[in-house]
């Protein structure tokens, strides 16, 4: 199941998979671009995916769930 949230500030969305939850975040429209990174959470992705926002679509997890 996905649904939408908002997690620390910044709105996003959760897709429900047996014994988890996982947040993730997805910007812009175009090429789908994932960027993968760990340990950052996906605030540390924001300024970047502002920037791909213009040409791709960018999608990115947060970590910890």
């Known amino acids: ?3 939408s949230t908002t997690a620390n ?3 996003g969305l959760t897709l429900t998979v047996p014994e988890a939850e ?3 975040e997805v910007r812009g429209s175009g090429p789908l671009v994932v ?3 760990a ?3 996906a605030d540390s992705f924001a300024p970047l995916a502002d920037l791909l926002a213009t040409t791709a ?3 990115w997890p947060q970590p910890s769930g």
Request: glycine content about 6%.
């Open 1 to 3: 199941m996905i649904s």
């Open 9 to 11: 500030s910044a709105p």
């Open 22 to 24: 996982l947040y993730y």
């Open 35 to 37: 960027l993968v990174g």
């Open 39 to 41: 340990p950052m959470d």
């Open 57 to 59: 679509r960018s999608c």
